[in-house]
């Protein structure tokens, strides 16, 4: 499935949630130039290449440009001339001071679908304000609501925030895009990181107007007003999570366990008064589970209907039967180690199988040569923006 083929995308983003935003659209069949200032995208070293090794997979092409200068500016202007989606991250007003903002745009290319990816939007008292997906997570609230009650607010371990915030990028541009073929009319998006993770909260924010109750961290990562719920410790220090929401789930997870006593116990008859006594039965199901196998446990437990699974490192993920039998990983050139990697590969299947993410990402500057040479520029005058150092093409 290639919906995309005859779509040019111009990519001015950096980071995660840009990046993710273009590699879906890239995998899914679109032509994705990256424009890259000199010395390339801040995040090509991190994780010594692999963050961007992961997110900037497919058919991206790399071109090197120094929007300060006036003829690096005027071959962005070009690119976005003729492209069918603009995606940019930068700051709001920043491209402004280059003419590369929607307004500019849309003035030379009307039907233009132009994504703007920022921390807080283009407007409000944050507008300008830096930001990462960790400094979202704790802005948003969601960072309030994970870990212990005992202990400080934790981040979750991956950049949730950008990751989302990209997809609902990719989203927004397909939507735009089928609108545009609908109307013949572009579009200006704007998705902020803390409005993505703002709307993530939404049923804690429900729930918070309704009762004026704030939403509290719960031991073993549980989750308010259910249980057996949470991080529970099998034999050897393994761990496993459970999730029992109702009352024939938690029937089931007795017989699971061999202990129907609890199913008769008057503390544990009912949602509202097993959360009422939630401490007594998480150490009773402790109890059990502490002296068995992790996978043996999870696997009766599952067998059973009860939702529960391992908690697993990313070394077992990546050796996870699910996850080799679903082909959910695929292999990408890690640029700075010169070495293959496995990476997770596009999240969707369809009929034809997973759409090919691609073999590794672009070098700094790979294609400069051939992208100037499709916008009409001779070799000549590339060599010339090359050494006047409007463009880097090594």
Known sequence: MKPFTDVDVLDFTQSIAGPVATQQLGALGANVVKVEPPGG????????????TAHNLGSKRSICLDLK???GQAVAADLA?????VV????????ERFGLDYESVRDVNPDVVYCSITGFGHDGPYSQRPAYDPVLQAMSGLMSTTGYPDRPPVR?????????????????????LLERNRTGEGDHLEVSLFEVAVSWMGYW???????????????????????????FEARGDEQLYLSVVNDRQFERLCSALDRPALVEDDRFES????????????????DEIGTQDRDAVVERLVEAGVPAGPVQDVAEVVDNPHVQAREMLTEGLNLQQGEAIQTPGVPIVTRDGRPDAGEGPPRLGEHTRAVLSELGYGDEQIERMIEAGAVDAT
């Not at 949602?271 to 402790?286: F, G, P, Q």
Request: hydrophobic share 40%; aromatic share 10%; net charge negative.
């Open 88 to 95: 940019e991250s930068f700051r709001p007003g920043v491209l």
């Open 69 to 71: 200068s006036e003829e």
């Open 81 to 85: 001339a003729d492209a069918d989606v």
């Open 41 to 52: 995208d801040d995040f090509r070293g991190n994780l010594d290449g692999a963050m961007f």
């Open 271 to 286: 949602a509202e008064v097993r959360w009422d006594h939630r401490h007594e039965l998480y150490e009773a199901v402790s």
């Open 205 to 231: 924010i429900a729930n918070y107007s309704t009762t004026g109750q704030v939403p509290e961290r719960t031991r073993q990562g549980g989750f308010a007003g259910m249980a057996p719920y949470g991080v």
């Open 156 to 176: 979750a371990g991956a950049s949730v925030v950008d990751c989302g915030t990209g997809m609902t990028a990719a989203f927004a541009v397909a939507a735009a």
